[in-house]
């Protein structure tokens, strides 16, 4: 799973390569200095998530899924 999530990871551009839309007049829109900065955090955290946090909160959720349905079998819980 590692394995798979690093070439994920590896193989998705980030989005900091994407070209900035042109502004179509001055409508006096102020300058982020940081935009960026902000734009290649965004495309880190997305891969992250995408290639790393989704899939782990899968496999928690579903480990999570089968501990709790044999603890707690259907049977014993409607009859309490």
Request: cysteine-free; aromatic content about 4%.
């Amino acid at each position: 799973m590692v394995a798979v999530s690093l070439v994920t990871f590896l193989s998705l551009p980030a989005t900091a390569d994407e070209p900035k839309p042109e502004p179509a007049g001055d409508s006096g829109k102020v300058e982020d200095p940081l935009e960026d900065i902000n734009r290649i955090t965004s495309g880190f955290n997305s891969i992250v998530r995408g290639a790393v946090l989704n899939p782990l909160i899968l496999l928690i959720n579903s480990v999570w899924r089968i501990r709790l349905e044999t603890s707690y079998p259907l049977s014993r819980t409607m009859h309490s």
